[in-house]
């Protein structure tokens, strides 16, 4: 009787582990499902066809690949930071003797290292496997292509962190960071390589920092961006890490300013 | 069936004053809905500028079918949002105990404490699309097609719901299944294109294990001549009507096994 209670306790822990993995195959289920999509569509696309905008299918399909991959690292940071200005724990948060948004950023990387480790690995062997990835045109863009990743994550993150600033503001951050979603998904070149876009649009992009997300890191590894680009490209990248870095910390400054205002 | 009716109105009432207390937040919100659904159309359309047909159908075929598609995931979206919901917000924190102290239908209960205004973007988006494929594919329509309209719609409504309601139930069992019903959701976005596409394999699963299939692309052929299917349209009301029974059905058996542990 008495062990009763200890059995319900233990089996509990085990349906709280199991929920843990079960969020982990389901995003991972829910990736492969989307690369498969890809991969019919743009076989379907390509039927009558060796090139699209001088894309040939296996490149378009590399850059589908690494697109989604590099999609997936999108920041829940901002996520968090909604999350503690909502309930109230961004006051402490502020007592402790570190910066808030230092605290969220490397909490994010670390989620994201560990991510790339368990998620993206293994979904990248499953998409060799039965998509089809074209190796790095050079090893200059292999490298290129590592440092560009890097300055892409941390930029989604900082963007997120921007968004979750924002909820100083409004209460539907779920609304907020959809709608973010949606921008990011359709400006960053995460479903189409952004030369197959009209000429204004790539004239517009070229002036946001979208394109850094996604765009810059994959066609770089596909030779889209050739070699002569690449520096360029990347610097480009490290000036939109610079300036949301700043962005965001003056915005944090100023909102939390106005919190202390309201006596929180 | 009165007494629900009656039930239902003071739930929603009650939800509108909240949300016109935070106007701004709706506006966030049916505009996000809106911006996804406008970055797979942006896609399709930023494809087709290189293309003319994606395996022998064409743009507004494509846009079609999406619409379908959008005008069902409304339904589901704006009336039947808190299936989602069921294990974080009410199994794990009890609230369930709370509902099944009522005289009226749990199920019922749990789907009337919410209606999802985002939704609203997706029906205006659905809507606007449909229209706009319907026009430039030269379409005319009888009464007869604007009621099998009516009726295909919410039939993939109901599938939606059907699988949403199936899935979720687990959750009597795991506490909260919300992965579960995640991955299967995202099989539906298969449903977006033509299924021709796909292998049999795909085929056969999104046709008669998990039937997204009649979300979309099976109702639309009813309306598109000389495509074939129309054995598998006229199938989806009935196949809406069986998900939703089976759905029903394993819902109240997890009910039961909810119940029966005092948990």
């Known amino acids: 009787m008495k062990l009763r209670k200890y059995i319900a306790l233990a089996v509990s822990q085990i349906k709280v582990d199991m929920a843990y993995a079960a969020w982990y195959w389901a995003s ?10 890809l991969y019919f569509f743009w076989q379907a696309v390509y039927e009558n066809k060796t090139e699209v905008s001088g894309i040939a299918l296996s490149t378009m399909l590399t850059y589908a690949v690494l697109a989604t991959m590099l999609d997936q690292f999108r920041g829940s940071a901002g996520r968090e930071l909604a999350h503690l200005i909502k309930h109230g724990g961004v006051a402490i948060e502020l007592l402790r003797p570190y910066h808030l948004l230092d605290k969220l950023l490397a909490q994010d990387l670390g989620a994201k290292t560990s991510t790339f480790f368990r998620a993206t690995l293994p979904l990248l062997v499953i998409a060799m496997l039965f998509i089809g990835v074209d190796p790095p045109t050079s090893i200059e863009a292999a490298s290129a292509f590592a440092v560009s990743v890097v300055l892409a994550v941390l930029l989604a993150t900082l963007i997120d962190l921007l968004v979750g600033v924002l909820s100083f503001y409004t209460v539907n951050v779920w609304g907020l960071s959809v709608l973010q979603e949606a921008v990011i998904t359709i400006m960053s070149g995460a479903l189409v390589p952004l030369t197959l876009f009209p000429d204004w649009f790539q004239t517009i992009s070229l002036y946001l920092p979208f394109a850094s997300l996604v765009y810059v890191p994959v066609a770089i590894y596909t030779g889209e961006i050739t070699a002569s680009g690449i520096w360029p490209s990347i610097l480009i990248q490290l000036g939109w890490v610079a300036a949301f870095f700043i962005f965001v910390r003056l915005l944090f400054a100023y909102a939390v300013r106005k919190v202390t205002v309201f006596g929180g | ?4 009716a009656k039930l239902y109105w003071l739930y929603a009432k009650n939800h509108f004053k909240v949300m016109m207390e935070y106007r701004m937040d709706f506006l966030i919100g049916v505009l996000s809905v809106f911006g996804q659904q406008f970055a797979a159309l942006f896609f399709l359309s930023i494809v087709f500028r290189h293309i003319e047909s994606l395996n022998g159908w064409g743009f507004y075929e494509i846009l079609f079918i999406y619409g379908i598609a959008f005008l069902g995931r409304a339904i589901h979206h704006i009336f039947f949002d808190n299936l989602w919901t069921i294990g974080w917000q009410y199994i794990r924190t009890g609230n369930l105990d709370r509902i099944l102290m009522r005289p009226v239908n749990p199920l019922f209960q749990i789907v009337a404490e919410r209606v999802q205004q985002d939704g609203f973007g997706q029906l205006l988006i659905g809507g606007s699309v449909l229209w706009l494929a319907s ?71 999104l046709t008669y294990i998990i039937p997204f299939g009649f ?49």
């Open chain 1, 28 to 37: 991972m289920f829910s990736v492969t499902m989307r690369l498969f999509i």
């Open chain 2, 1 to 4: 069936m009165k007494r629900y």
């Open chain 2, 135 to 205: 026009n430039e594919l030269g379409m005319v329509w009888s009464v007869m097609d604007i009621f099998v309209l009516l009726v295909m719609v919410l039939a993939s409504g109901m599938i939606y719901i059907a699988v949403n309601l199936f899935f979720a139930t687990f959750s009597f069992w795991m506490i909260d299944s919300l992965p579960v019903v995640f991955a299967v959701f995202s099989l539906s976005d298969f449903a977006r294109y033509p299924m021709t596409i796909y292998s049999k394999v795909i085929m056969f699963v």
């Open chain 2, 215 to 263: 979300t979309a692309f099976y109702p639309a052929m009813y309306f598109f001549e000389g495509r074939g299917f129309t054995l598998f349209a006229l199938a989806t009301p009935f196949v809406a009507a069986l998900s939703l029974v089976l759905a029903y059905r394993f819902w109240l058996f997890g009910l039961r096994a909810f119940a029966s542990t005092g948990s």
